[in-house]
């Protein structure tokens, strides 16, 4: 553990200490940021003590992203919530979200120390240890996930960037540099255990013992990370952030059930319905979408911000000894279709598709018929099969009906040949939509 003392104090302690950060920095946004005063002025809020403690947040409007974007301009490119003097910030991230345009995060060296701080611990909750070494994938330069690259030098590993794009060059420094870690997101980690396969690579037989994924979802979903395990010979861990509020924001420890709040003191979690904005309960057990809080930041603190992550959480004792919640992401608003008033994650088909291993590859692609969101069953879903395997239609249909037990979901599936789906260095896309 990077910070034991804080990494298992009493949840009920770190509360008491959150309540207090939580009214300071109210405070603090109510002085500097001319969103929030024009925002909780319209709610009758002009100071902490109107809005009361953590306890009461949940009576605050939510914050997002498109309303700080609207107050973006050429002469504010951060927005009306900037709080801190142009002179104090030391690094500026740009994310492009869903939509393509780039938004800006500013940071001040506070903000930035406690972003690495949060992200060593999420990462090192993954079971690296100072003086092992690890191989980065992540072109993370102008993105916010650069600054989870520092978290593994505050974590005393040895560094081996790599970026994306060169899977040669990847696995010649595996193969020579000897990495105890890999860092990846999940669709290249499968990509890469195919690529080695097809090689005849003994990646299972490679100094990597812990894969740690991050980016996207699916890393924490059995069936895929048991395909990832068996495929590298490795552990495989997962963390998760959202580039507005802070990199690596959440890390799963050895026990794989969950992510723990690794930016705990730094971020408080709640949970909504995503379709009401109404406030469920954050207890052991509990879905909804992950609404994020900042409670000592400096630049452009965000309050009860909408992430569009849909997660699971749990609270029970973990037997690592840290006592943050855990999360699983089961998907984004972004990826989600409704077909005839059911939710579907394109990450959680793949998942129920996997478990039809070996002789499904484990690649997915959702082919919706209509435009946007809202389809009418049966949602056609490519299913790749695996090297050798033909396609049959009793395969099909099992498929088919595992996906209405599991998901309650009517598809189609067609399984396409080994290969005919696309691959990913980066992200995967799983969606193919009309437009
Ligand atoms: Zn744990």
Same mark, same amino acid.
């Given at each position: 553990m990077l910070d034991p003392d804080v990494e298992t104090r009493p949840w009920d302690e770190q509360v008491?200490? /959150?309540?207090?950060?939580?009214?300071?920095?109210? /405070?603090?946004? #109510?002085?500097?940021?001319?969103f929030y005063r024009d925002k909780l002025g319209a709610f009758g809020v002009s100071s902490a003590d109107d809005a009361g403690g953590l306890a009461q947040i949940g009576r605050l409007?939510?914050?997002?992203?498109?309303?700080?974007?609207?107050?973006?301009?050429?002469?504010?490119?951060f927005g009306t919530h900037l709080c801190a003097a142009p002179g104090?910030?030391?690094?500026?991230?740009?994310?492009?979200?869903?939509?393509?345009?780039?938004?800006?995060?500013? #940071?001040?060296?506070?903000?930035? /120390?406690?972003?690495?701080?949060?992200?060593?611990?999420?990462?090192?909750?993954?079971?690296?240890v100072a003086g092992e070494r690890i191989v980065s994938t992540y072109n993370a330069g102008p993105f916010v996930a650069?600054?989870?690259?520092?978290?593994?030098?505050?974590?005393?590993?040895?560094?081996?960037?790599?970026?994306?794009?060169?899977?040669?060059?990847?696995?010649?420094?595996?193969?020579?540099?000897r990495p105890d870690a890999a860092v990846l997101t999940p669709s290249y980690a499968a990509h890469l255990v195919e690529w080695a396969a097809e090689r005849g690579i003994d990646l299972p037989g490679s100094s990597v013992r812990r894969v740690l994924v991050a980016g996207e979802p699916g890393g924490g979903e059995p069936a895929f990370r048991s395909l990832l395990e068996a495929g590298w010979g490795a552990r495989v861990?997962?963390?998760?952030?959202?580039? /507005?509020?802070?990199?690596?924001?959440?890390?799963?420890?050895?026990?794989?059930?969950?992510?723990?709040?690794?930016?705990?003191?730094?971020?408080?979690?709640?949970?909504?319905?995503?379709?009401?904005?109404?406030?469920?309960?954050?207890?052991?057990?509990?879905?909804?979408?992950?609404?994020?809080?900042?409670?000592?930041h400096e630049a452009a603190p965000l309050l009860r911000f909408r992430t569009r992550d849909h997660v699971e959480v749990r609270t029970s004792p973990c037997s690592c000894g840290r006592t943050a919640p855990r999360i699983r992401c089961v998907g984004r608003t972004d990826d989600m279709l409704i077909v005839r008033g059911v939710n579907v994650f394109p990450s959680a088909v793949r998942e129920v598709v996997g478990g039809f291993a070996p002789r499904v590859s484990g690649s997915v692609l959702l082919r919706p018929r209509a435009p946007g969101v809202k389809q009418e069953p049966p949602l056609p879903v490519?299913?790749?099969?695996?090297?050798?395997?033909?396609?049959?239609p009793v395969l099909a249909e099992a498929i088919r009906d595992r996906l209405r037990a599991v998901l309650t979901v009517q598809t189609q599936p067609e399984l396409v040949p080994y290969g005919s789906l696309p691959r990913s260095e980066y992200k995967s896309n799983l969606v193919q939509r009309q437009v």
């Open positions: 008491v200490l /959150d309540d207090g950060a939580y009214r300071a920095q109210l /405070d603090y946004l #109510l002085e500097h940021s001319a409007p939510l914050t997002e992203k498109g309303e700080l974007r609207e107050t973006c301009t050429p002469e504010s490119p104090a910030l030391v690094r500026i991230y740009s994310t492009s979200g869903t939509t393509g345009i780039p938004s800006y995060v500013p #940071l001040t060296a506070g903000d930035l /120390d406690r972003w690495v701080l949060g992200s060593a611990r999420s990462y090192a909750a993954s079971g690296v650069g600054a989870a690259l520092a978290s593994f030098d505050r974590i005393g590993l040895c560094h081996i960037p790599i970026g994306t794009g060169n899977t040669e060059r990847l696995v010649a420094a595996i193969g020579l540099l861990t997962e963390a998760m952030g959202i580039g /507005d509020i802070g990199v690596s924001l959440w890390g799963e420890c050895e026990a794989q059930d969950g992510m723990h709040l690794g930016a705990r003191g730094h971020v408080h979690a709640e949970l909504i319905d995503p379709d009401t904005g109404v406030v469920r309960s954050f207890r052991d057990g509990a879905a909804g979408e992950l609404v994020l809080t900042h409670l000592r490519s299913v790749e099969l695996a090297p050798g395997v033909d396609a049959d």
